[in-house]
T-cell receptor, first 114, second 115 residues
């Protein structure tokens, strides 16, 4: 079975500082990996996804994530935090060609300090 | 991509009543799902809405409590039946366009409060 672990339910960074949100997954077969963002009182928006190919994936709003198979990780980074990045971030995993279900992590709330 | 809308966006309901939430997609999607997001929590999959047949429910969710319809490839409904305060949550639908490598597009959610 697949699972996702997000380290840290809350992360605070200063505006302009590096953002690092950690995600580790468990999957017995090559996974698809996703990061979603949820702004207050809104639905989920896809930030980026890894399917195959290049392990460094670039997404919207300056975010990127690197798939590291040896570490079973898919950490999300952004070089310089902006106040508008304050939101809830969810890492998710699904299995290729297997009923398309996505398993979500518990989420990390990102706080940006002025 | 797909744009998904939900109705209603929020509602306050009395215990023991039922609410039907509608999910409309602007294009045909192969898969549709319904999730629950309880306050401060992550998303929990309720069921996969199958077009033209009964939904596939996850462990802990049953059809009598959460009946789902999906009459075509762009529309689905979720009913929350015989509601209790524990059903207070955000309910989200999602869809996967056929060629989007499992990428799910989400609706804005329906915020339900049960008194």
């Amino acid at each position: 079975a697949q699972s996702v672990t997000q380290l840290g339910s809350h992360v605070s960074v200063s505006e302009g500082a590096l953002v690092l949100l950690r995600c580790n997954y468990s999957s017995s077969v090559p996974p698809y990996l996703f990061w979603y963002v949820q702004y207050p009182n809104q639905g989920l928006q896809l930030l980026l996804k890894y399917t195959t190919g290049a392990t460094l994936v670039k997404g919207i709003n300056g975010f990127e994530a690197e798939f590291k198979k040896s570490e079973t990780s898919f950490h999300l980074t952004k070089p310089s935090a902006h106040m508008s990045d304050a939101a809830e971030y969810f890492c998710a995993v699904s299995v290729r060609n297997r009923d398309d279900k996505i398993i979500f992590g518990k989420g990390t709330r990102l706080h940006i300090l002025p | 991509s797909a744009v998904i809308s939900q109705k209603p966006s929020r509602d306050i309901c009395q215990r023991g009543t039922s609410l039907t939430i509608q999910c409309q997609v602007d294009s045909q999607v192969t898969m549709m799902f319904w999730y629950r997001q309880q306050p401060g929590q992550s998303l929990t999959l309720i069921a996969t809405a199958n077009q033209g047949s009964e939904a596939t429910y996850e462990s802990g969710f049953v059809i009598d409590k959460f009946p789902i319809s999906r009459p075509n490839l762009t529309f689905s409904t979720l009913t929350v039946s015989n509601m209790s305060p524990e059903d207070s949550s955000i309910y989200l639908c999602s869809g996967i366009p056929g060629l989007a490598a499992n990428e799910q597009f989400f609706g804005p959610g329906t915020r339900l409060t049960v008194l």
